[in-house]
């Protein structure tokens, strides 16, 4: 077990750090910590550097490894690790040998590969001769890839032995205790740590400069946006992929109601921002009457065509004179409180830090009452649904409306950010932007809904260091952390129970097994049946 | 004993097929009207007819004494109709005590604001939502399993958890769509026990569909045949069980050779 499991995640590891090695991530990373760390002399760094960097990936590699074995014995863990590190580092070594060789005899790779500079080639090699530093890959990954099996047994816990049971031993009998008891089911316990979160959140912005309050700003508007898209998706059930036009209407609103050209009527921002998201809303509403009666696929399809009407209407000629076609909308105002401009874009942070609050505290409020209850049973069968009592229209138009309106929230907030709204604001990307947001993040949970929003538009930001290979890093990224956690990075209670369902089937009585076969044939009959008749 | 739902010559076609042919039925208060048929026969489609998924081509479906013709099914179910299917159909990943809440859905009425602000009368409602789906869930026997998603509990359950959703909407008719299919003996029985309660102890009215004899004769207080969309019997449960049309329904005509 412990063989093959090691040797696969060797070969997987191996084979990503061939291509980071090609994608020049190690020397970024190198860059980034000498700038981090001045005082090191800039080859000692290089080394240091460089040789952590593989560490931590060995680390990484053996801790992937040993996820697959027995929590008992420790052997097989670190076995696993210590396997997958070799093959890692007998990989990249190899590599060294190779690329420090060619570089030694004036072999200059940039013609072929034009991350591989000279001085990325003398780092990765630790400043050694070619054998040297293919053993020194070796070592440091046989020794870090063992690191991360223990570390994955340790993190498993078998050890925990008398020391764990005493820790649940204490937990049970604080737990037991009255006064504690009560503090888990009071209001106020729940007052006091939602005060806590925000305050937290609300002192973070203070540690920022310009830069990132400004991508934290633009993660906080797809947070919005997320949030809003999770009621008409994760809630509802309904696939919205024109999510982006009501995203346009709140923008252009705030934009043309605040902007000296081309309306110029020159409204107060606050004026503005009740208009947009209230016109959003009611946009959701009206283009949902005749959209909402398809289903599934169907109802993608359309609303996707939805959102490439909007844009590529206030981009025509036709509407010129209002939307300011293809030039956009200048000089949108921004928000001011009490006399005080809100200028910088740490304030304009917090403007959306308590937008972001709100909309939680609403979309937690409906998940737990009548109104979500029955969107989350027209998610799970819309014919049943209807037969209990609900009006799945009017709850579809509801759900939709919600959705546009938060979107439309989003909107403002951008435009008057920007102080700019144009065409190109408003493409299809933006839809898919925020569907992925809230399904990388977990649908139905607002947890993952912001830790979707941090994936998809924090971390390009994070890895700009990489330039043009920003984008493919990035891919690669999701697509692991899909495979990873299929069900979302934070997904809700409900999705987890129903994934982990599905790896331990549920003893069901036999009864059903046999009586459960044919029904779905029937079902579907029935349904076309239904469809006729309409 | 007022009628509470009464079908004057309902008739069903799917372009050729004459699925339910002129079928007239009476469902009196506090009693267990029967459906029965071989398979085909057109009962769900009858169900569907009462319930507004289907519109009948001819005839007339009066709930106490309102018609239902061209109402949606969600104003039916808010009328008092509940229905529970053939093939279990509960929302699968909501939990057990949500699933009846859901079934008290037509009941209740706050909306968008009143989940947004939860006033003292969103509380109180939402209260006792929860106290009668409690109360529900008792009556049933899955009071432990009130926190347990659906598609988890075992099969019996799951039928009964279906019925408890459909009485959340304390309905004035309950429709029930071959409640004992799929079930053993043991659980049949069972099964007809408990809706033999719900007429008893509740006074639910109750019309049935069901092709399983032992369900029907043991509880029906009226039963009538379908076979190919038209009824060809109708009557308490032993003179429907002797009538010759009815046998030769079930079990075929008997060869002219072998008489």
């Known amino acids: 077990m412990a063989i093959r499991n090691g040797t696969r995640a060797g070969l997987i590891f191996g084979f990503i750090m061939v291509f980071l090695i090609l994608i020049g991530v190690p020397e970024t990373i190198n860059v980034i910590l000498q700038e981090a760390t001045t005082n090191i002399d800039v080859e000692t760094g290089q080394v240091i550097n ?48 190779i690329l420090r060789s060619l570089a030694l005899s004036e072999i200059d790779l940039r013609e072929y590969l034009d991350k591989l500079s000279p001085t ?3 780092s990765l090699a630790l400043r050694l001769s070619p054998i040297l530093a293919g053993g020194a890959h070796v070592l440091i990954f046989a020794l870090s890839g063992a690191t991360g099996g223990l570390l994955n047994w340790i993190g498993r816990g078998p050890w925990r032995g008398p020391v ?12 037991r205790l009255p006064i504690v008891a009560q503090a888990q089911n009071s209001p106020i316990t729940r007052y006091v740590v939602w005060a806590a979160v925000i305050a937290v959140v609300m002192i973070v912005p203070q540690f920022l400069n310009d830069y990132w309050s400004f991508v934290l700003g633009t993660v906080g508007i ?51 921002l009740i208009f947009g998201i209230v016109l959003a809303g009611l946009a959701g509403v009206i283009l949902g009457v005749p959209v909402l009666r398809l289903r599934g696929d169907y109802l993608a399809i359309v609303t996707l065509g939805l959102g490439e009407i909007i844009r590529i209407l206030i981009r025509s000629d036709l509407l010129k004179d209002f939307t300011g076609g293809p030039r956009g909308v200048r000089d949108i105002s921004g928000p001011s409180l009490f006399g005080l401009e809100i200028g910088s874009e740490r304030t304009f942070l917090y403007f959306i830090l308590v937008g972001i609050f709100l909309l939680i505290f609403v979309t937690i409020r409906l998940k737990n009452s009548r109104v979500g209850r029955a969107w989350i049973a027209m998610r799970e069968d819309e014919t049943v649904a209807q037969a209990m009592g609900i009006n799945t229209l009017n ?31 408003h493409t299809l990307l933006v839809s898919i932007n925020v569907l992925a947001v809230v399904i990388v993040g977990g649908m139905n949970s607002i947890p993952g809904v912001i830790l979707g929003a941090f994936a998809l538009k924090g971390l390009p930001e994070i890895l700009r260091q990489l330039d043009e290979y920003r984008v493919l890093v990035f891919g690669g990224l999701l697509v692991v952390m899909m495979i990873l956690r299929p069900e979302g990075l934070w997904p809700s209670q409900r999705t987890r129970l129903q994934f982990s369902d599905e790896d331990e089937p549920v003893p069901i009585e036999l009864s059903s097994a046999t009586s459960a076969a044919p029904t779905p044939i029937k079902a579907d009959v029935e349904e076309q049946k239904q469809a006729a008749t309409r | 004993m007022s009628i509470v739902l009464e079908t004057q010559s309902v008739t069903k076609r799917f372009g ?30 009858f169900f569907n007819c009462i319930t507004g998924f289907y519109i009948p081509e001819e005839g007339d479906v009066l709930f106490q004494g309102a018609s239902l013709i061209g109402i949606a099914p969600d104003k039916i179910a808010k009328l008092g109709i509940a229905r529970t299917y053939q093939n279990i159909r509960l929302f699968n990943t909501m939990t057990v005590i949500e699933n009846v809440m859901v079934g008290h859905h037509p009941r209740m009425k706050k909306g968008l604001i009143g989940a947004v602000l939860r006033g003292p009368s969103t509380v109180a409602e939402e209260r006792d939502a929860y106290r009668m789906a409690m109360d529900l869930l008792r009556f049933i026997g899955l009071k432990d399993k009130a926190d ?18 459909a009485l959340a909407n304390e309905p004035h008719l309950l429709l029930l769509d071959e409640p004992a299919a799929g079930m053993n003996p043991q659980e049949t029985a069972a099964m007809t026990e408990f809706i033999r309660r719900l007429r008893d102890e509740r006074g639910q009215t109750i019309l049935l569909i069901e092709h399983d004899m032992r369900v029907v004769m ?38 002219e050779e072998d008489v």
Do not use: C
Not at chain 1, 228 to 247: H, K, Q, R, Y
Not at chain 2, 154 to 165: F, K, V
Not at chain 2, 225 to 232: A, F, P, Q, S, T
């Open chain 2, 218 to 255: 043991g509880i029906s207080d009226q039963v009538t045949v379908l076979d190919h969309g038209e009824k060809i019997s109708e009557g308490p449960p032993d003179k429907v069980k002797r009538d010759p049309r009815v046998i030769e329904a079930y079990l075929g005509k008997p060869l």
């Open chain 1, 50 to 97: 460089t040789a952590a960097f593989l560490f931590v990936m060995g680390v990484v590699a053996g801790f992937a490894a040993a996820r697959k074995e027995e929590p008992d014995p420790l052997s097989g863990a670190v076995l696993s690790g210590l396997i997958a590190g070799l093959i890692t580092g007998a990989t990249t070594g190899l590599m060294i040998i």
């Open chain 1, 222 to 272: 797809y947070v919005i946006m997320g949030l809003g898209l999770n009621i008409v998706v994760g809630m509802a059930g309904l696939l919205d992929l024109g999510n982006v036009a009501f995203f346009a209407v709140g923008a252009y609103t705030v934009g043309l109601l605040t902007a000296p050209e081309p309306v110029g009527v020159l409204w107060d921002f606050w004026t503005a």
């Open chain 2, 16 to 45: 050729g097929l004459t699925a339910v042919n002129s079928v007239d039925l009476q469902v009196p208060e506090h009693t267990i009207a029967s459906v029965i048929g071989p398979n085909g026969a057109g009962k769900t489609t």
């Open chain 1, 395 to 425: 709850y579809k138009l509801l759900a939709f409306g919600m959705g546009a309106a938060f979107a439309g929230l989003g909107g403002v907030l951008f435009a008057s950010r920007n102080q700019f709204t144009g065409p190109e604001d």
């Open chain 1, 164 to 175: 764990g049971q005493m820790i649940s031993n204490t937990r049970d009998r604080l737990a």
């Open chain 1, 120 to 122: 990325a080639i003398e």
């Open chain 2, 148 to 165: 347990v998603m659906a598609r988890n509990l075992p099969y019996g359950d799951q039928r009964r958890l279906e019925i408890a959703r």
